[in-house]
C-alpha cells in the first residue's frame, strides 16, 4: 500500500516532466520545457484557489479572469502533451495573456490599490519569458509590463469622489499572490543561477568532446595523407629511350586516384592508373587495397588479361556493390615501345604521334568490381619516337568552371595536340594549369590524376 502510494506522486511527476518530449530536442532545450511544464502544471491549482476567492469576495470578474486563466493553462498542458513542436506558439500566448489579463482587471477594479495585486502577477510574464530561448520576447514583455504600470499607478488618475488608498484589500488573496510571485522569482534565480550552469557545463563538456575528436581526425588524415603519398610514386622512374612523369591532387585529403610505375623485368615497365568510385578516406582504403593486390601480382611472365580478372574478383568480394574501379594497366616495352594494355571501363588515354594523329586506347571491359568473373581482352599499339600518351582521371574533363560547364576531353585533347612538342613533366604542368586555370572560379569536385609517357 505504501508502495503504491509512493508511486503515484512519482507517476503523476513522471508524466508531467514527459510533456512535451521531443527526440529531436536538445538537453538544454529539453530542461527549458520541464521547467516550463511543471510550472505551467503548478498554476492550475493557483488559478482555482484565486478563482474561488474572488468568487467568494463578490468580484465575478475577478474570478472569471482566474478562471480563464486556469483554462489557458490547461489547454497548454493537453497542447504540449500532443503536440510538442507547438511549445514556442503556446508559450508566447501564455506569456502575453500574463501581461494583458492583470492590466484589464487592475482596469476594472479602478486602479492598483483596488485590484488586490493582480498587476503584480504580469512581472511573471517578463520572468516567465528568460527561461524561454528567444530572449527578445522577454525584452518586449517587460517593456510592455512597464509601460502598462506606469499608465495604470502613476499617470491614470481616478475620480475625486473615488478614495485612492487601499480600501477592501483581501489578505489571502494580497499575499497568496505575492507568495506566488516570490516563489517564481526565485525559480527564475535557481533557473539561471543552478540550471543554466548545469546546461552549460554539459555544453562546455560537448565542446571539449567535439574538439578533441576533431583534433583526432585532423591528426589521422594527416598521416593518412603522407601515407597515401608514400604509396604514389616519389618521382619519375628512369626508363631507357622514354620520359615519363605524372602528378596526384587529391579533391580532399586523401584520395581515390591512382597512379604507379611498377617494374616488371629488365625490358618492361608496368604503368597504372585508376579512379576508386567516390572520394575520401574510403576511396583511400581500397586504393591501397587495390595497390596491394596489384603488386602481388605483377611479376615477370604474368598474364595482364589474367591478372585484371582476378583483381577484378578481389575488389568485388571486398566491397559493396556501389564500388567499383577504373583501371587502367600497360606494359611497356622499352626495346620495341609496345604498350600492352587492358582496360577495365576507364577513360581511354590518348596517344599523339608526332605528325599531331591521335588515337584513343578504348575499354576492353567492365570497371573491376562491377560483376565477378567476366573476362578481360588486351590490346597494343606501339610508340615511335616523339610519340606521347596521355594517361588521367575524370577530374580533369569534368573539372567545372563557376557557370557549371565541363572542361570537357575535346579541350584536353586539343591542348596535348598542340603542347606536344614539350617535355612531359612540362606537357604534365600544362595540363594541370589549364585546368586549374578553367576551373579556379569553382570548387573542386574530384581527384586529378595524369601521366605522360613519351618517346
Known sequence: MNSQRESLPARFLASILAIGADPRDSEYYRLIKRIWYVSTAMSLPVSLVFTASEFRAGRPIGAAGFFVSFLLFLAVLVDGARFPRHFERDASVVLLFFILAPAFMTIISKGIWRSQGAIMIGILGPIYALILPKRRLAVFLFGLYTALVLVLGVFWRFPQDEPYIPVGIEPLGFWLGFLVLLAFIFGGMYFFVVQREKAHVLLRLEKEKSESLLRRIETDLKEATEIQKRLLPAGTPRFENFDIAGANIPCYEVGGDYYDFVPIDADRLGVVIADVS??????????????????????PG?????????????????????????????????????????????????????????????????????????????????????????????????????????????????????????????????????????????????DITLVVIKR
Open 278 to 299: 567516390g572520394k575520401g578516406m574510403s576511396a583511400a582504403l581500397l586504393m591501397a587495397s587495390l595497390r596491394a593486390a596489384l603488386l602481388a601480382e605483377v611479376q
Open 302 to 446: 604474368f598474364d595482364i588479361a589474367g591478372m585484371a580478372g582476378r583483381l577484378n574478383d578481389f575488389v568485388h568480394r571486398s566491397t559493396d556493390s556501389k564500388s567499383f574501379i577504373t583501371f587502367f594497366f600497360g606494359a611497356l616495352d622499352r626495346r620495341t615501345g609496345e604498350l600492352r594494355y587492358v582496360n577495365a571501363g576507364h577513360n581511354p588515354p590518348y596517344v599523339v604521334r608526332r605528325s599531331g594523329d591521335l588515337s584513343a586506347l578504348g575499354t576492353s571491359g567492365f570497371p573491376l568490381g562491377m560483376f565477378p568473373g567476366v573476362p578481360f581482352e588486351t590490346a597494343a599499339i606501339r610508340l615511335e619516337e616523339g610519340d606521347t600518351a596521355v594517361f588521367f582521371t575524370d577530374g580533369i574533363p569534368e573539372a567545372r568552371n563557376g557557370n557549371g560547364e565541363e572542361y570537357s576531353e575535346d579541350r584536353l585533347r586539343e591542348l596535348v595536340r598542340r603542347r606536344r612538342g614539350l617535355a612531359s613533366a612540362d606537357l604534365c604542368r600544362a595540363v594541370l594549369e589549364d585546368a586549374h586555370s578553367f576551373a579556379a572560379s569553382g570548387q573542386p569536385c574530384d
